[in-house]
């Protein structure tokens, strides 16, 4: 009995690969390596001593995900593959909705010919928008993403509840708040492909001497400092989560629809100062900004009411903003090695 992980060699899809390797799940990985790299499939056997199978494919090839599903016996996926950059799918809205969605779907028809249930599903917390309270738990009432990226994630959720009820099957939406960090063995982390559009890679090669200063995208929102608020959320403990999740519903053995949401956040929002703060402090180094205009599409606040994965998963975040910007600083280390 296998799990598949779609997007297994991306950033939080390798992470949580080497969750379930050290938990004894059996993974068959599908990725095209379209935002990552082969390497990581071996810092993975590196890290664990494991091996899992790996495909090297497109999932919108249906008849090649058919094929492993015929050699492997798999009872559960956990689907990370999606393209997601939020400025990128403004420009490219067809091609963020056909990857992210008949990859989707083609997993989902397998899912259904072959009777098999436990599917788990990266969403994200841009699916409430800018919501009108915080923290924000899993009832808070849902918006209109602003950018095609987030609507993906909106319709992923839909297309999934809709398959569960009707074939009576078991469903996990999981909404990330902001992953960060890198792997403590610092063999992988997330892979700086281009200029980086979230702020922590990009906090990373401003101190590495890569970019000359941090934009930071405006100092006149409503909050403390006046910069923007996200829950960075460590990602080995993220990956954790999945491996929770997911034990929790192969658990379910009754017959019928089960549709869990949880969010996955630390439940503290940290300002852009404050990230930059930390940053410097835990690596001894200088990290030089500039205030810029607010960047357009860009909330003020949003951080988790995680509460409900704690009460359901027993899980929750346990690693610091300084400890987890500790691991992007010896993973920017272990890059420069590779060069
Ligand atoms: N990183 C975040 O801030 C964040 C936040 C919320 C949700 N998510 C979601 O979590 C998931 C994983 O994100 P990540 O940060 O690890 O991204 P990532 O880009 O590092 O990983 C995605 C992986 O999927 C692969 N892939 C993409 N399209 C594919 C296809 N058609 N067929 C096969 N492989 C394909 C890529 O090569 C990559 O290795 C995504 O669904 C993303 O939307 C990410
Ligand atoms: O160079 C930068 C990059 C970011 N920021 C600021 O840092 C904060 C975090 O920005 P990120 O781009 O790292 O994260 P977002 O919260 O904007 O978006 C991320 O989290 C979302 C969920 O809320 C989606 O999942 C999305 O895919 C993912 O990129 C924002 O206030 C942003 O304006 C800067 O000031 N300078």
């Not at 994200?124 to 009108?132: E, K, L, P, W």
């Amino acid at each position: 009995m296998a799990i598949l992980v779609t997007g297994g060699l991306g950033y939080i899809g390798s992470h949580t690969v080497v969750e379930l390797l050290n938990n004894n799940f059996e993974v068959v990985i599908v990725d095209d390596l379209s935002n990552s790299e082969k390497f990581i499939l071996k810092n993975i056997e590196e890290i664990t001593g494991r091996k899992p199978v790996f495909y090297p494919f497109d999932l919108k090839r249906r008849e090649l995900l058919t094929q492993v599903f015929d050699a492997h016996n798999i009872e559960g996926c956990i689907n990370f593959a999606a393209s997601k950059a939020v400025g990128e799918s403004q420009l490219k809205p067809v091609d963020y909705y056909e990857n992210n969605l008949f990859s989707l779907i083609n997993i989902l028809q397998e899912f259904k010919e072959r009777e098999i249930s436990n599917f788990i599903f990266s969403s994200s917390c841009t699916v409430y928008g800018q919501a009108d309270t915080m923290p924000i738990d899993e009832n808070t009432p849902l918006k209109t993403p602003e950018s095609v990226y987030g609507k993906t994630k909106q319709m992923g959720e839909e297309i999934l509840i809709d398959f569960a009820k009707a074939y009576q099957r078991k469903i996990t939406l999981l909404r990330y708040f902001n992953p960060i960090g890198a792997h403590p063995s610092a063999k992988i982390g997330e892979l700086p492909i281009g200029v980086p559009n979230n702020l922590v890679p990009y906090v990373m090669q401003t101190a590495a001497g890569i970019r000359e200063k941090l934009n930071i995208w405006g100092n006149d929102y409503p909050t403390e400092d006046g910069t923007a608020v996200r829950d960075y959320i460590y990602v080995v403990d993220l990956a954790k989560a999945h491996v929770a999740a997911l034990k929790k519903l192969m658990q379910i053995t009754s017959d019928g629809t089960v549709v869990d949401i949880y969010n996955l956040g630390t439940g503290k929002g940290s300002s852009v100062l404050e990230v930059v703060t930390a940053f410097e402090i835990a690596n001894h180094v200088e990290v030089p900004y500039q205030v810029c205009d607010r960047r357009e599409g860009d909330i003020t606040i949003a951080y988790a009411n995680a509460d409900k994965a704690e009460r359901e998963l027993g899980w929750k975040s346990e690693t610091t903003l300084e400890e987890a910007l500790k691991t992007v600083w010896e993973w920017q280390k272990y890059l420069e090695t590779k060069k």
